[in-house]
């Protein structure tokens, strides 16, 4: 029996010696490497750091809550937003990535209604409910924008 014991540890260890988690001190440097591109506007090398620290912390919130800014610098606003989610539900009361959430959400409307306003045409009876809306939106953001200090 405790021979089977002993297996049955050496297996669960080999096991999890393969998950590839690595030493803390990995981790740390991972960390310390994603912040350091971070704050040199390094935001593709700060996304790669922080997408291997996700996958080594896959529970952590906060790693993908820096993921997703550094994806929302990068200009990939999709996966930042999914990314963005991704933090929510690992800790649904982690404020920071909700507000950048809806900032980047309305500023992703705000730009989808400005393309509709351009593209679609005013005098196809089809097109005005979406330039209605449109309107409706762009008025919405516009009320809510920080004022420009000019």
């Given at each position: ?16 010696a ?5 030493s ?5 440097d ?23 620290l ?20 990068e ?5 930042a ?30 730009l ?25 939106l ?13």
């Amino acid at each position: 029996m405790r021979g089977l014991i002993i297996i049955a540890l050496s297996v669960l260890l080999q096991g999890c010696a393969g998950l590839g988690l690595g030493s803390s001190n990995d981790l740390l440097d991972l960390e310390r490497q994603a912040q350091q591109a971070y704050a040199k506007g390094n935001y593709a090398r700060s996304s790669e750091y922080y997408g291997k620290l996700a996958t080594r912390m896959p529970t952590d919130a906060d790693t993908r809550y820096r993921l997703a800014n550094s994806l929302a610098r990068e200009g990939n606003h999709g996966l930042a937003i999914q990314t963005y989610r991704e933090a929510l539900l690992r800790d649904p009361q982690h404020a920071g990535a909700w507000y950048n959430l809806m900032q980047l959400q309305a500023q992703e409307l705000t730009l989808t209604a400005m393309e509709a306003r351009r593209y679609l045409d005013k005098k196809n009876p089809r097109a005005r409910a979406a330039l209605e809306r449109a309107e409706q939106l762009i008025e919405v953001f516009d009320e809510h924008a920080p004022a420009s200090s000019e």
